[in-house]
């Protein structure tokens, strides 16, 4: 299928293979099956890596340039340039579901139709979006905070970065379309590569020709165009230069509107879309209640978010990997086997994670003082301690990223929506401004007839603590919620209504 060897040095691969090997002599998982989930996880792993590192370069390059004010602009711009991920992402859940049945049933036409239809949706979805942020850029940033200053820098990034919300939308749509023809490699060596491509464009564009924040948010855009062209162009010739042949080509001018794809990829993909969703809009009054406690706490919380991406770079290849692997085998009726894998795939994602964990963990001071050439201008303790309680946190993901692929695999996308919905808004979001503010109920009474005085609650700011226990509630809830929903099993059945005619079966 390809020209080059997909085994080749990779530390990050032989950490994960040794992970799999580790856990398979435990009796943990299966060996075959470690194999299966380490070869199509790697590459997604290695991609996150790559994405989320020039997400935290981008930051420091801007910390470095212009100061921890240029941090927490580009941090509040930020929760906007993810509505992209949501968008995109929301119809890439359809679109993996749809690819991975219908490649594990060699039913390449209707391949084809999910991929076109997904492009149609993401542009639909992604432009006026685009038209938004160019048009009122200053009023949407300064919804968050209202320090001039920071709002200025982050109005200046949005406009920019907001121009490749289309692009990054479709990346999502090519890189998931791989993923679900059990080939992560191809997605991987495209989107580093544009990550790559990202942080040297970044660094001329920001220090070469002093343009700062927009410096960043231009070398965004470009690096997105250039991935979103790559992936077109392999996926309509079949091939890539350097990467080799695949087993399917898509028609561009083939159908784009097909009812019943847009229908299967809308009651997939809006429960993603929301799932997706709940972060990002929850990072809106997540930010503005950061910012209460001034902008340096602000800064450091970024950094801490950056560094969050970068370890939970294993959900990107775990989840992925059950949503291929699993769907496949849902494609042909087994199953067992799907449930199997998805059981340990989680057992392997949880203990990757914990690697990813320890390893920040160790070096978060190092870590934090990458972000400024001036220590005394950024709270570094408060940034090193929120890292520890990102690093107890994220291992929970493992468990959370693992069940959420699996139920995407089936169709079986609310139950991710809910678990995410309530480990925000419910519980994260409370936490982060019981730390910025407490909270004050006062007494309630005497009530009517009883005579009884309900007392009031004060609770008094919980300081960084609130942030701390945020981190954990946000990735518990989900990780208990997605859990709970794939040990009843139900997504099997869900899953019937999805696949191109295959028999429902149990191995």
């Not at 212009?66 to 602009?73: D, E, L, P, Q």
């Amino acid at each position: 299928m390809v020209l080059v060897s997909r085994r080749s040095f990779n530390p990050i691969r032989l950490c994960i293979y040794w992970i799999g090997l580790a856990l398979a002599r435990l009796g943990l998982i299966d060996p075959e099956r470690a194999q299966r989930t380490s070869d199509l996880a790697w590459p997604r792993v290695v991609t996150g890596v790559a994405r989320m590192s020039k997400n935290a370069v981008d930051v420091a390059m801007v910390g470095v340039a212009v100061g921890s004010t240029a941090i927490a602009g580009v941090g509040f711009a930020s929760p906007f340039w993810g509505l992209a991920f949501a968008l995109g992402g929301g119809v890439a859940g359809g679109t993996i579901a749809l690819v991975s049945q219908r490649f594990g049933a060699n039913s390449f036409d209707s391949l084809g139709q999910a991929v076109r239809s997904s492009t149609l949706l993401v542009l639909v979805l992604t432009l006026p979006v685009t038209a938004l942020f160019w048009t009122y850029p200053t009023e949407l940033i300064s919804l968050i905070g209202n320090d001039p200053e920071t709002i200025a820098i982050g109005a200046d990034y949005l406009q920019i970065v907001g121009l490749g919300i289309p692009f990054a939308g479709l990346n999502l749509i090519g890189s998931r379309t791989f993923v679900g023809m059990d080939d992560a490699w191809t997605p991987m060596v495209v989107r580093a590569g544009g990550a790559v491509a990202n942080i040297g464009l970044n660094a001329v564009l920001i220090f070469g020709f002093g343009l700062g924040v927009e410096g960043a948010a231009l070398g965004t855009v470009l690096a997105n165009v250039v991935v979103s062209a790559t992936f077109a162009i392999g996926l309509v010739a079949g091939w890539l230069p350097g990467v080799g042949t695949f087993p399917v080509s898509v028609d561009p001018f083939g159908s784009y509107v097909h009812g019943e794809t847009v229908r299967n990829l809308t009651k997939i993909g809006l429960p993603v879309l929301g799932s997706k969703s709940v972060w990002t809009v929850a990072e809106f009054p997540m930010l503005a209640i950061v910012a209460l406690f001034g902008p340096q706490i602000v800064a450091a919380y970024v950094i801490a978010r950056r560094i969050w991406g970068l370890m939970n770079t294993p959900g990107w290849g775990f989840g992925l990997a059950a949503s291929s692997l699993v769907g496949q085998e849902l494609g042909v009726g087994h199953e067992g086997l799907a449930e199997r894998y998805g059981r340990e795939i989680i057992r392997y994602a949880v203990a990757v994670y914990v690697v990813s964990a320890v390893l920040v963990f160790v070096f978060a001071e190092p870590i934090v003082l990458l972000f400024t050439d001036d220590p005394a201008e950024l709270s570094v303790p408060a940034a090193v301690s929120l890292i520890y309680a990102a690093c107890l946190a994220i291992v929970l993901k493992g468990v959370s990223t693992g069940a959420e692929g699996a139920l995407k695999a089936s169709g079986d996308t609310k139950w991710p929506f809910y678990s995410q919905l309530v480990g925000m808004f419910g519980l994260a979001i409370p936490l982060a401004y019981l730390g910025a503010a407490g909270l004050t109920i006062p007494a309630i009474g005497p009530i009517p007839v009883l005579g009884v005085t309900i007392p009031g609650v004060d609770i008094a700011p919980l300081g960084l603590l609130g942030l701390y226990l945020s981190f954990i509630a946000e990735t518990a809830a989900p990780a208990v919620i997605n859990y709970y929903r794939f040990s009843t099993g139900h997504w099997k059945a869900i899953s019937r209504g999805y696949r191109p005619g295959a028999a429902p079966s149990d191995d």
